[in-house]
């Protein structure tokens, strides 16, 4: 990496330090001044500790203000997967399953000049497909599902993706993350939460959830978000995910919900951290 474009670290001048002291009420601690704390929880007196224990972290003032500064950070995001239709959006899901968006859409174009129409895909044996396919991984089995959807699609519904939750759920190779980028995306239907693998480490981190089952962390996301967000939310998040919210390092120095989040594996923070809270 080119020497200063890495993670941007609060400067040592003791004025992070102090604004998180002032917010958490406490004393500068001895012997270093001005050296920023990560993590550092005081010891509450017995008052302070009853008072803490009120803290709910779905209650609507804080979700609310997530999505206010989500809508900050991620003012107009959309799916990034390239398509122009139901059914191709259908497919680029599928496909993206363990690969990125980035990877799915280098292989899209060619695959859907190559089979313009969901006829094209139905007449095919996965065996055929799979070249096509190869490069975005698993590609027997996400073979296998396209075909399968394909053929689906064209017996049972007159070649037209459903846009309904059901009837998606019936495909081969679609769950509800893959029925509900459709619904979202293409159709403008929120009837759920896309729950990919950002959604489901940040909404961890952000204690929206404690969950790590998928569909669990969907219901629990239902429940919290107001239904007319249930769409953008998740695209929103995807992006966090990918800019300041990486699994690995985030960077939380940079993050504008730094100090209304409570993650336990911060890379810096001026609140207290809660050790469950992790991706
Ligand atoms: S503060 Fe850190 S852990 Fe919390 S949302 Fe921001 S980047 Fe993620």
């Known amino acids: 990496m080119a020497r200063g474009v890495g993670p941007r670290r609060p400067a040592r001048t003791g004025r992070q330090a102090r604004a998180a002291r002032a917010m958490a009420g406490t004393k500068p601690a001895a012997g270093k001044p001005g050296r920023v704390q990560t993590a550092r929880v005081e010891k509450k007196p017995a008052a302070a500790k009853k008072a803490g224990s009120a803290y709910d972290p779905v209650a609507p003032e804080r979700v609310t203000e997530i999505l206010k500064r989500l809508d900050g950070l991620y003012p107009e995001v959309k799916c990034a997967l390239t398509h122009s239709s139901a059914w191709e959006l259908l497919v680029a899901t599928i496909l993206s399953a363990q690969s990125t968006d980035a990877n799915v859409n280098r292989v899209t174009p060619e695959l859907f000049r190559k089979y313009p ?46 846009d309904d939750m059901d009837k998606l759920l019936t495909l081969p190779g679609v769950a509800r993350k893959t029925a509900n980028v459709v619904l979202g995306s293409w159709f403008g239907k929120g009837v759920g939460v896309v729950v990919d693998t950002h959604v489901h480490r940040i909404s961890r981190r952000l204690e929206l959830t404690k969950q790590d089952d998928p569909q669990k962390i969907e219901q629990d996301l ?19 995910g990918r800019k300041l919210c990486i699994a690995r390092k985030p960077k939380c120095a940079e993050c504008s919900l730094e100090n209304i989040c409570h993650a336990g594996d911060k890379t810096w923070s001026t609140v207290d951290m809660h050790k469950n809270a992790t991706a």
Request: aromatic letters at 8%; zero cysteines.
């Open 222 to 240: 239902m429940k919290v978000l107001p239904q007319q967000r249930w769409i953008l939310f998740s695209h929103q998040i995807i992006h966090h």
């Open 117 to 162: 129409t969901i006829e094209a895909f139905a007449a095919l044996t996965p065996e055929q497909l799979e070249p096509d396919v190869r490069s975005t991984g698993v590609f027997r089995n996400k073979s296998k599902s396209v075909v399968g959807a394909a053929k689906k699609v064209v017996s049972d519904f007159g070649g037209q993706v459903p």
